[in-house]
């Protein structure tokens, strides 16, 4: 008997302690805004049961934050096995958005609720909802899908070398100097043999007038000599004879 005894008593004590843990708070998100607007980020919103603050804290708590144009929230209220006079079911949640209270309330139960809060005048804006994407046909799939692009390595070029190309220029005629060097050689060539005909011209002249004169010296020096001869021969015979 004092064995049952003591095990009723273990399995009563085991029963009491599941019963002592902490609960699961209550989650409120929504909208918030004052005189239905938006609100600056950061903005704190509380939660309160018979004006006691059952907001639960720590690194989970954050002011609000602005997502599709309105500004947004999330709060947990804590259970009144965390933190005595808070959350049971039936107990209702007031809220404050920057210090001011919201005309909405809610019921105190476990799990997520949405609550849209607005302090003062006006009505608080709507959660944005998300646009569901469209889902493609197999046809439109394949009728809108692109080709994957595809990366061709280029070969490996030949570096530049340090050899300089020098290009030596001519003068021309006129003094111009052609890199070229086909034009200015052949306009150079063309004038060298102009100018050697012209003294070819020139010697050929000079020769065939000092041969025509020296024929003439040549010519009147014999026909002189001729002249000179016979009277001289003429006066010796005849001093010869008795």
Known sequence: MAAIAAG?????????????????????YGTAAIDGKSVADGTEVRGYIDALDCTQPGPTYRGTI???????????????????????????????????????TAEWKQGPQQVNLNAGSGEAPALPTATPTRTLAPSEAAATATGQAKFTPKPATELPTDEAVIVIGTRTAEGAEDGRGGEGA??????????????????????????????????????????????GGGGQDEGKEP
């Open 66 to 104: 602005t997502d599709g144009g309105v500004s947004v929230y999330l709060v947990n209220i804590v259970h009144e096995s965390q933190k005595a006079g808070c959350g049971k079911p039936g107990k209702t949640v007031t809220f404050t958005v920057g210090g001011r209270p919201a005309t909405q």
């Open 186 to 231: 052949s306009g150079s060539g063309e004038e060298g043999g102009l100018a050697v005909g012209y003294v070819l011209l020139v010697v050929l002249g000079a020769i065939v007038l000092t041969g025509g004169a020296m024929g003439v010296a040549l010519s009147r020096r014999t026909v002189g000599r001729g002249t000179n001869a016979e009277p």
């Open 8 to 28: 009723g008593a273990c399995a009563f004590g085991f029963l009491q302690a599941a019963v002592a843990q902490p609960q699961v708070p209550a989650t409120y």
